[in-house]
């Protein structure tokens, strides 16, 4: 069974960095769309970056460009979401997604996905 591990969650204060980390069980991660998603409570989920093909193609939200970075090493086949200048509207459950591809236009939609982490729970102290 194919699965998606997660690890890294945990409390920040504002201001302050976090990195997370999700290892893909399976193909290697340069063959997958490898993507990170959050939702906060009541909020529907918003997709934050994605990496395809060994992050020859990276994007980001808006809402987290210039402060989020994704980095991956492809021999453990994980993938790094490298969160900086944490703020207060970031806390949420952050999950990793994987799908066979992922296009420009849509990386963001949850449906693209077909495998998904637990998600660990980021939270932001002001």
């Known amino acids: 069974q194919v699965q998606l591990v997660e690890s890294g969650g945990g409390s920040v204060q504002a201001g302050g960095s976090l990195r997370l980390s999700c290892q893909y069980s399976?193909?290697?991660?340069?063959?997958?769309?490898m993507a990170w998603f959050r939702q906060a409570p009541g909020k529907e989920r918003e997709g934050v970056a994605a990496?395809?093909?060994?992050?020859?193609?990276?994007w980001y939200a808006d809402s987290v460009k210039g402060r989020f970075t994704l980095s991956q090493d492809n021999d453990k086949n994980t993938l790094y979401p490298h969160m900086n200048s944490l703020k207060p509207a970031d806390p949420a459950m952050y999950y990793c997604a994987a799908s066979d591809s992922c296009p420009q236009s849509t990386w963001a939609r949850s449906y693209v996905y077909n495998t998904w982490g637990q998600g660990p729970l980021v939270t932001v102290s002001s």
């Open positions: 399976s193909n290697p991660i340069t063959r997958k769309c």
């Open positions: 990496s395809f093909t060994g992050g020859m193609s990276t």
